[in-house]
């Protein structure tokens, strides 16, 4: 279970650090694809000492709303406001980079340290999971796209779930529910939003937008 559960975190890690350098809107929705497809894995197989058919329930609706819907949705949006250019960041690549490798030692200094106790035989890969969540944050700040930011924010839930299990707290099958619940809510809520904002400015560029006023 160690090994599964360091491996995982690994691909969510590196998910994360890929969203930071992929220059397309379509290949930040594949990233979170299969970011999501690990996150539900590992919640799958954390809750396999306790299996039940209600657990089982709860991770294929976990998986429809985080790889099925959430991704259709970007998708749509995408296509529909024909947004294939560039994703652009505040950050260039290399200072990207350095940014997410001063996170990433943060994550494991002595500041971080005292929270190890919670996974006392994963204390690794339970530092990993705060850097995954201190670089998704990161993701959020730095995109200067809505869409970007949506998916950085969306990126930060699974890094969140990830941290979750790794410390071996309650993941029970109804909160699990009401989170994805509210994942989906929020995606459509969203989508919607960012549709009137481009039918009003003609751009989901957050840069842009500061400079831009309803006439």
Avoid at 13 to 41: C, E, G, N, P
């Amino acid at each position: 279970m160690n090994n599964i559960l360091f491996f995982t975190e690994i691909l969510i890690f590196m998910s994360v650090i890929l969203m930071h350098l992929v220059k397309k809107q379509l290949s930040l929705v594949v990233l979170y694809t299969v970011q999501s497809v690990v996150a539900t894995l590992l919640l799958l197989a954390s809750s396999m000492r306790d299996f039940s058919v209600n657990l089982l329930l709860v991770a294929v609706f976990i998986f429809v709303i985080k790889v099925i819907v959430a991704p259709y949705f970007f998708l749509r949006l995408i296509q529909k406001k024909q947004l294939h250019a560039s994703t652009s960041s505040y950050l260039n690549i290399p200072f990207t980079l350095v940014v997410i490798t001063v996170l990433t030692a943060l994550a494991h200094s002595h500041f971080s340290q005292a929270l190890a106790f919670l996974a006392s035989s994963n204390g690794s890969v339970l530092l990993l999971a705060i850097a995954t969540i201190l670089t998704s944050l990161f993701l959020i700040i730095n995109q200067r796209s809505a869409i970007s930011q949506m998916i950085g924010i969306l990126s930060l839930e699974n890094a969140i779930v990830s941290f979750a299990i790794v410390a071996g707290l309650e993941q029970t099958p109804g909160l699990q529910v009401g989170l994805a619940f509210d994942v989906l809510m929020w995606i459509i809520i969203a989508t919607v939003f960012l549709s009137m904002v481009y039918r009003q400015f003609g751009t989901l560029d957050v840069g842009e937008m500061k400079h831009l006023k309803e006439e």
